[in-house]
Each structure stands twice: as structure tokens, then as C-alpha cells.
């Protein structure tokens, strides 16, 4: 079973504009969520994490937002520019109480248009 | 570069065939860990290995995939008899702590069983 679900699969945002992607986990174990970007033909990049005792963190233009009892994070990009057009996937794991392996949502590809 | 290299970047083999990828990871890093990804799916973990040691196979298929990090060289892995269904983009990723806090993943090899 899918244990962390990512929405939308595709998202188009004007340039300027605020992209949001979701993601919900079913694990309460889960206790570091990274968000990572990945261009074509490139391998994943760590972009910002956060940790659940915090319910939002901002690293420039990307924050996550995180909402414990709903078991649901967000990705928050202000101010889209084209070149963060890219696909992103967020992803969770037990590692501060378990370290178990990353799991990944299914990704998100978002297209920035001028 | 300071990065995690992978090699090759583009593999073709035939049905039956196998297939050697390789990873080498950050400078100071210890810890390893490769993943499959699907066309338009997220990334699957497979196995996290430390040097000489097998840490964590809970997603690697039991038959013919393998994987080694040895003592000196690159982590490997090793598909025996591939199929069409092993097509995919393998990526390994890197640690300096143990488990999966701040991965950094390598450009990925991509896998094609013709």
C-alpha cells in the first residue's frame, strides 16, 4: 500500500504566482519529511525537510507547512519562476525513532509559465 | 566533483543479460542506499548498505538483484538475467549519518532490457 499519497500529479502556475503541493501519510511513526526536486534526466535534490514538532519551516521561497493530527505536509513555492518548473516528491520516514527507509509519494511535475 | 557518482548514466542490455551499476558516494560518506524508479512513479528504496555490511534489503526482489559496498571501491549493484520489467532509472544516494537524514542521491543510471 501507497503509505505517503501526493497531490496534484501535475500542476501549471503562472509565473508569480504560489504552487502547493500536498501530501498525507498514513505511518504516525514517520518522524522526518523531506522534500526533494528532481529535473530531467537528473537525480533527486534535497530541497527542504522539516520535522514534526515544528508545523512550518521556510528556506527562502519553499516552505512546508505541517499539520500533525491531519497527517498531512505542504510545499508552499511564493513567487514561481520558471525555472523551478520541475517534478517534486516528498517523502517520509521513522528516523529519529526507527530509521527506517525513505518512503516517497509519486511526485508532483510542476510547469512555471511566463 | 564532490558529489555521488553513478556510472554508467545509460545501460542497455538484452533480455538474459546483466547488469552492473555503479556508485560512489560523497567524499566522507559512509553510508549507501539505491532506489528504482518507474516512469511517473516516486522512487522505491531497495537496500542501504554501510561498508561491507548489508544494513537494510527490505525492498530489494529476492531473485536476481544483489548489491555489495566493499571495504575499497564502489557499492554495486548487480542484476543477474534481466528482464524488460528491470527497465528503470536506479539511483543511489549518500549519507554521513546513518540512515536516511539528508540523502544525496547521484544522477542515476538508467536501465533499458531490450
Known amino acids: 500500500q501507497q503509505q505517503v499519497k501526493q497531490s496534484p500529479q501535475s500542476l501549471i502556475v503562472q509565473k508569480g504566482g504560489i504552487s502547493i503541493i500536498n501530501c498525507a501519510y498514513e505511518?504516525?511513526?514517520?518522524?522526518?519529511f523531506p522534500w526533494y526536486q528532481q529535473f530531467p534526466g537528473k537525480g533527486p535534490a534535497l530541497l527542504i525537510a522539516i520535522r514534526p514538532d515544528v508545523s512550518e519551516k521556510k528556506e527562502g521561497r519553499f516552505t512546508i507547512s505541517f499539520n500533525k493530527s491531519a497527517k498531512q505536509f505542504s510545499l508552499h513555492i511564493m513567487d514561481s519562476q520558471p525555472g523551478d518548473s520541475a517534478t517534486y516528491f516528498c517523502?517520509?520516514?521513522?528516523?529519529?525513532?526507527?530509521?527506517?527507509?525513505?518512503?516517497f509519494g509519486k511526485g508532483t511535475r510542476l510547469s512555471v509559465i511566463a | 566533483n564532490a558529489g555521488v557518482m553513478q556510472n554508467p548514466r545509460h545501460l542497455v542490455r538484452r533480455r538474459g543479460q546483466e547488469a552492473r551499476l555503479r556508485c560512489s558516494p560523497m567524499k566522507g560518506h559512509s553510508h549507501v542506499y539505491w532506489y528504482r524508479q518507474l516512469p511517473e512513479e516516486g522512487l522505491k528504496f531497495m537496500v542501504y548498505l554501510q561498508k561491507e555490511n548489508i544494513i537494510d534489503e527490505s525492498g530489494m526482489p529476492k531473485e536476481r538483484f544483489s548489491a555489495e559496498f566493499p571495504k575499497e571501491g564502489p557499492s554495486i549493484l548487480r542484476i543477474q538475467q534481466v528482464v524488460r520489467g528491470d527497465s528503470a532509472a536506479y539511483f543511489c544516494a549518500s549519507s554521513l549519518r546513518q540512515g536516511s537524514y539528508e540523502q544525496y542521491f547521484g544522477p542515476g543510471t538508467r536501465l533499458t532490457v531490450t
Open positions: 505511518n504516525t511513526a514517520f518522524d522526518y
Open positions: 517523502a517520509a520516514t521513522s528516523f529519529f525513532s526507527g530509521n527506517t527507509p525513505l518512503v
